[in-house]
């Protein structure tokens, strides 16, 4: 019986140190890896990532290659076909659908995560240098967002691609610089419980810079929050993007996106051709939710009250 109960305390004791000695990063691990909708959202992002960029060497037509025998008679031969090699049937004008939808998530892809990228820099350390001033410096800061958060955000969007012209480079650089507000908003007010903390307060005492303060230790303690909002605002960018293609605003032949595509496929519903909707429909509703779902797990994975 002795042995037995030591043998029991030592398991015990065992599991204990592993469970206190556990990371917060691997806490919010394991809780994300228990999310069922989340590992779903992963595995479908993981799938669109891989047919975005293996999926040109799949297709056994160019994107840009028409075909002229398909015009006109795109409802009875241009549809998809795994003999002829058109896995996703053909645009109006006789192009390869499947090389095109393989582009456009490319490109829509692109304009998601760059975007978001340029938003969550800008705006985290346009936060956090407000947050972290205080007085004057950050009520001028703030003000600045306030006013730039009451201009309506497509009409700047639609008014840089009119007059700037219509390229994805405006289109990265609109949609970017002008969706940081929010970030720099969250940013800032996690700032300012942060700069209160011991650890900000010694390097400051020791004579570190603020600058160096800001990038040392106030960023990386946003890195939670940070990481959750650019998850969210990925597919955010993505419907921006898809919206201005679906005005003819944004990406202009022969380029394309799962946007100028939806369009392009919703103008020929009337011809019977409802493959040209369905299949950038479907990229573009999954990719979407994906993100989304995984986004909501970081949430909860990252959430200390949920611990």
């Known amino acids: 019986m002795t042995y037995s109960s030591d043998a029991e305390r030592l398991l015990n004791a065992t599991h204990l140190a592993e469970v206190q000695g556990r990371s917060l990063w691997a806490d919010a691990r394991a809780r994300f890896l228990r999310n069922k909708a989340a590992m779903v959202g992963t595995f479908i992002l993981f799938g669109i990532a891989v047919f975005a960029i293996f999926g040109q060497f799949i297709a056994q037509h160019e994107r840009d290659m028409i075909d002229f025998t398909l015009i006109g008679a795109n409802m009875q031969k241009g549809v998809p076909s795994i003999e002829t090699g058109h896995f996703f049937g053909t645009d109006a004008n006789g192009r390869d659908l499947f090389a095109r939808v393989v582009q456009g998530t490319q490109i829509s892809l692109m304009v998601g995560i760059v975007g978001a990228l340029v938003a969550v820099i800008v705006g985290t350390l346009y936060g956090a240098i407000a947050g972290y001033a205080g007085g004057r410096t950050d009520n001028i800061m703030m003000r600045i967002v306030d006013v730039l958060m009451s201009i309506p955000f497509m009409f700047v969007l639609i008014l840089m691609l009119v007059i700037f012209g219509r390229s994805i480079f405006m289109l990265f650089l609109g949609i970017g610089l002008i ?50 909002y650019a998850t969210l605002l990925v597919p955010q960018m993505i419907i921006f993007e898809s919206f201005i293609s679906f005005l003819g605003l944004g990406v202009q032949e022969p380029n394309t996106s799962l946007g100028a595509l939806i369009s392009e496929g919703s103008s020929n519903m009337a011809y019977g051709v409802m493959w040209q909707l369905y299949f950038p429909l479907a990229f573009f509703v999954l990719t979407i ?19």
């Open 179 to 228: 969706s940081w507000l929010d970030m720099a908003r969250i940013a800032r007010g996690q700032t300012l419980t942060i700069k209160n903390k011991e650890f900000v307060e010694v390097a400051h005492a020791t004579g570190v810079a603020p600058f160096t303060i800001i990038l040392r230790h106030i960023v990386p303690n946003l890195l939670g929050i940070v990481i959750v």
């Open 289 to 307: 939710f994906a993100f989304f779902f995984v986004g909501d797990g970081l949430r909860d994975a990252l959430d200390p009250k949920d611990r």
